[in-house]
């Protein structure tokens, strides 16, 4: 797989952006898509992730409620709907992607060899 993210960039609190991380090397088939972010000085953070196959979904607790993560499988694609948006979720948003990972380990970036190459969300307060 090759990942391409996209859609940062500066949003007011409250407000709502859309991430894509599209798949220029083919399917996503039999893999799990995921979104992690990471702040200045902070760790990687787990945001949230879809199975391709299926369609289930998973999200870090802080996101539940706010984001939406959804799959057109036309276009090899995955979407992160960002709602509610805090000065806090400035960070450095990325996509990963997974072959076979397990429930378990659907939180951990080590589950995730291909990475995409970030996309900024600024929060301004």
């Known amino acids: 797989v090759q990942l391409q993210a996209s859609g940062g960039g500066l949003v007011q609190t409250g407000g709502s952006l859309r991430l894509s991380c599209a798949n220029a090397?083919?399917?996503?088939?039999?893999?799990?898509v995921a979104w992690f972010r990471q702040a200045p000085g902070k760790e990687r953070e787990f945001v949230a992730a879809?199975?391709?196959?299926?369609?289930?979904?998973y999200y870090g607790d802080s996101v539940k409620g706010r984001f939406k993560i959804s799959k057109d499988n036309a276009k090899n694609t995955v979407f992160l709907q960002m709602n509610s948006l805090k000065p806090e979720e400035t960070a450095v948003y990325y996509c990963?992607?997974?072959?076979?990972?397990?429930?378990?380990?659907?939180?951990?970036?080590?589950?995730?060899?291909?990475w995409g190459q970030g996309t900024q969300v600024t929060v301004s307060s």
């Open positions: 090397g083919g399917t996503f088939s039999q893999y799990a």
């Open positions: 990963a992607a997974g072959r076979g990972v397990i429930v378990s380990s659907m939180f951990s970036s080590n589950a995730y060899r291909s």
């Open positions: 879809i199975r391709w196959s299926g369609g289930a979904t």
